[in-house]
Protein backbone atom coordinates (compact mmCIF):
# COMPACT_ATOMS: atom_id res chain seq x y z
CA UNK A 1 0.00 0.00 0.00
CA UNK A 2 1.49 3.39 -1.28
CA UNK A 3 0.33 6.67 0.31
CA UNK A 4 0.82 9.95 -1.80
CA UNK A 5 3.16 12.34 -0.18
CA UNK A 6 0.57 15.05 -0.27
CA UNK A 7 -1.41 12.52 1.95
CA UNK A 8 1.14 12.03 4.11
CA UNK A 9 1.85 15.47 4.22
CA UNK A 10 -2.16 15.81 5.18
CA UNK A 11 -2.42 13.13 7.79
CA UNK A 12 1.37 14.20 9.87
CA UNK A 13 0.40 18.34 9.78
CA UNK A 14 -3.39 17.62 11.00
CA UNK A 15 -2.37 17.77 14.83
CA UNK A 16 -0.65 21.05 14.52
CA UNK A 17 -3.50 22.66 12.77
CA UNK A 18 -5.53 21.46 15.29
CA UNK A 19 -3.79 22.84 18.45
CA UNK A 20 -4.89 26.43 17.04
CA UNK A 21 -8.48 25.30 15.37
CA UNK A 22 -9.75 23.78 18.78
CA UNK A 23 -8.83 27.44 19.95
CA UNK A 24 -11.01 28.97 18.15
CA UNK A 25 -8.31 29.98 15.28
CA UNK A 26 -9.46 30.05 11.82
CA UNK A 27 -7.48 28.59 8.64
CA UNK A 28 -7.57 30.42 5.69
CA UNK A 29 -6.40 27.83 3.60
CA UNK A 30 -6.57 29.55 0.05
CA UNK A 31 -5.27 33.36 -1.03
CA UNK A 32 -9.03 34.29 -1.18
CA UNK A 33 -10.03 33.24 2.08
CA UNK A 34 -7.02 35.73 3.69
CA UNK A 35 -8.05 38.56 1.40
CA UNK A 36 -11.86 38.35 2.57
CA UNK A 37 -10.50 38.10 6.13
CA UNK A 38 -7.92 40.55 6.10
CA UNK A 39 -9.04 43.49 3.08
CA UNK A 40 -11.01 46.20 4.82
CA UNK A 41 -11.28 44.74 8.33
CA UNK A 42 -11.86 46.41 10.92
CA UNK A 43 -10.75 45.84 14.79
CA UNK A 44 -7.86 43.40 15.66
CA UNK A 45 -6.74 40.21 14.31
CA UNK A 46 -4.23 37.92 15.31
CA UNK A 47 -2.60 36.24 12.23
CA UNK A 48 -0.52 32.75 13.04
CA UNK A 49 1.81 31.56 10.65
CA UNK A 50 2.32 27.83 11.68
CA UNK A 51 5.13 25.82 10.88
CA UNK A 52 6.04 21.91 11.51
CA UNK A 53 9.03 23.53 12.76
CA UNK A 54 10.14 22.34 16.52
CA UNK A 55 9.95 25.92 17.67
CA UNK A 56 6.07 26.54 16.36
CA UNK A 57 5.22 22.70 18.73
CA UNK A 58 7.29 24.08 21.39
CA UNK A 59 7.07 27.72 21.47
CA UNK A 60 4.70 29.25 19.15
CA UNK A 61 1.37 27.28 19.03
CA UNK A 62 1.69 26.90 23.18
CA UNK A 63 2.61 30.60 23.38
CA UNK A 64 -0.18 31.73 21.35
CA UNK A 65 -2.92 29.10 23.40
CA UNK A 66 -1.84 30.79 26.90
CA UNK A 67 -2.11 34.63 25.54
CA UNK A 68 -5.29 33.74 24.15
CA UNK A 69 -6.57 33.13 28.00
CA UNK A 70 -5.73 36.72 28.83
CA UNK A 71 -9.41 38.70 28.74
CA UNK A 72 -8.16 40.91 26.64
CA UNK A 73 -7.48 39.64 22.95
CA UNK A 74 -8.32 40.43 19.00
CA UNK A 75 -11.30 40.13 17.92
CA UNK A 76 -10.54 37.88 15.13
CA UNK A 77 -8.30 34.55 15.16
CA UNK A 78 -6.54 33.46 11.86
CA UNK A 79 -3.78 31.03 10.91
CA UNK A 80 -2.32 29.88 7.90
CA UNK A 81 0.40 27.24 7.78
CA UNK A 82 3.60 27.47 5.89
CA UNK A 83 4.87 25.32 3.17
CA UNK A 84 1.35 23.50 3.53
CA UNK A 85 -1.52 26.46 1.77
CA UNK A 86 1.45 28.32 0.46
CA UNK A 87 -0.77 30.31 -1.51
CA UNK A 88 -2.82 31.20 1.27
CA UNK A 89 0.25 31.90 3.31
CA UNK A 90 2.08 34.26 0.54
CA UNK A 91 -0.98 36.36 0.27
CA UNK A 92 -1.46 36.57 4.44
CA UNK A 93 2.44 37.48 4.15
CA UNK A 94 1.92 40.41 1.63
CA UNK A 95 -0.29 42.07 4.73
CA UNK A 96 3.29 41.73 7.00
CA UNK A 97 5.52 44.22 5.04
CA UNK A 98 8.18 45.19 5.69
CA UNK A 99 9.34 42.16 7.38
CA UNK A 100 10.55 39.15 5.24
CA UNK A 101 8.81 35.84 5.36
CA UNK A 102 9.26 33.95 8.66
CA UNK A 103 7.84 30.96 10.13
CA UNK A 104 6.66 30.89 12.36
CA UNK A 105 5.72 34.12 12.81
CA UNK A 106 2.79 36.10 14.73
CA UNK A 107 1.17 38.86 12.92
CA UNK A 108 -1.27 41.54 15.19
CA UNK A 109 -3.35 43.63 12.90
CA UNK A 110 -5.28 46.64 13.79
CA UNK A 111 -8.24 48.24 11.24
CA UNK A 112 -5.92 46.91 8.77
CA UNK A 113 -2.48 47.64 9.74
CA UNK A 114 0.58 45.28 11.14
CA UNK A 115 1.01 47.03 14.71
CA UNK A 116 3.10 44.24 16.00
CA UNK A 117 5.04 40.95 14.38
CA UNK A 118 7.13 38.14 16.37
CA UNK A 119 9.30 36.83 13.61
CA UNK A 120 10.62 33.42 13.74
CA UNK A 121 13.86 34.16 15.32
CA UNK A 122 12.15 36.01 18.66
CA UNK A 123 10.49 32.57 18.37
CA UNK A 124 13.58 30.44 18.35
CA UNK A 125 15.21 31.93 21.64
CA UNK A 126 11.94 32.15 23.96
CA UNK A 127 9.74 30.23 26.00
CA UNK A 128 6.07 29.78 25.13
CA UNK A 129 5.70 31.95 28.40
CA UNK A 130 7.57 34.77 27.15
CA UNK A 131 6.06 34.82 23.42
CA UNK A 132 2.58 34.53 25.58
CA UNK A 133 3.75 37.64 28.06
CA UNK A 134 4.76 39.66 24.89
CA UNK A 135 1.27 39.05 22.66
CA UNK A 136 -0.45 39.94 25.96
CA UNK A 137 1.14 43.27 26.41
CA UNK A 138 0.75 43.47 22.66
CA UNK A 139 -3.56 42.95 23.12
CA UNK A 140 -3.62 45.02 26.08
CA UNK A 141 -2.13 48.02 24.03
CA UNK A 142 -3.97 47.06 20.64
CA UNK A 143 -6.93 45.26 21.79
CA UNK A 144 -8.83 47.15 24.06
Known sequence: MS???EA???DMVQPMRDELTRIGVTELRTPEEVSEALDNMKGTA???VNSVCGCAAGQCRPGVAKALQNEVKPDH???VFAGQDKEATAKAREYFAPYP????SIALMKDGQLVHFIQRHQVEDRSAEM???DLIGAFETYCK
Open 3 to 5: MSF
Open 8 to 10: YMR
Open 46 to 48: LIV
Open 77 to 79: LYT
Open 101 to 104: PSSP
Open 131 to 133: IAN
